[in-house]
């Protein structure tokens, strides 16, 4: 595999070196395997549910390495697929509730980020989908409609118009965006 440098990596003069294998048998009472920000995160939840558990991590290359480490810094309340989909095999409810959960990461991300005194520059600004055609921009509508149906009110998801969006951010030809 290909060990190339995503953004954050190479702003620190590129990756660090893995640290040396596991010298033999470990045991714990939880083993995380990936070092990924699911994998930290999972870690990091269990040690502040019952600090004493024994967790160990383990990660083939170096924490963040992987898709982790390219995803840009963004924290997305954002879930891809059909929302109908997901309520056909479980209700309406569970998928608002997931909704619900879902954006409220963006919140749980910032308060780790204070109280752990992480120097990320976290900032919540919100997410905006920009359309440059005339097509893009009738899905954008559809799905703010599609919001509306669900639950989610104008202030969580709304459609700007191009002068809106041009104030906000410069992108050639843009017709509008959803912003939520």
Known sequence: MERRVCFWFAELGGLPAPRAPLPGSRTADVCIVGAGLTGLWTAYELRRADPRLDVVVLEAEVAGFGASGRNGGWVSG??????????????????????RAIRATVDEVGAVVAREGIGCAFHKGGSL????????????????????????????????????????????????????
């Open 78 to 99: 954002e879930l891809a697929g059909s929302r109908e989909r997901r309520a056909a095999r479980s209700s309406r409810a569970a998928v608002q509730a997931l909704d």
């Open 129 to 180: 989908h920009v359309a440059q055609t005339p097509l893009q921009l009738a899905r954008l509508k559809a799905l703010v409609a599609e919001d509306r149906a669900w639950g989610l009110g104008h202030q969580d998801s709304r459609l700007l118009g191009a002068a809106e969006v041009a104030g906000r951010v410069a992108v050639a030809g843009a017709l509008g965006a959803q912003y939520s």
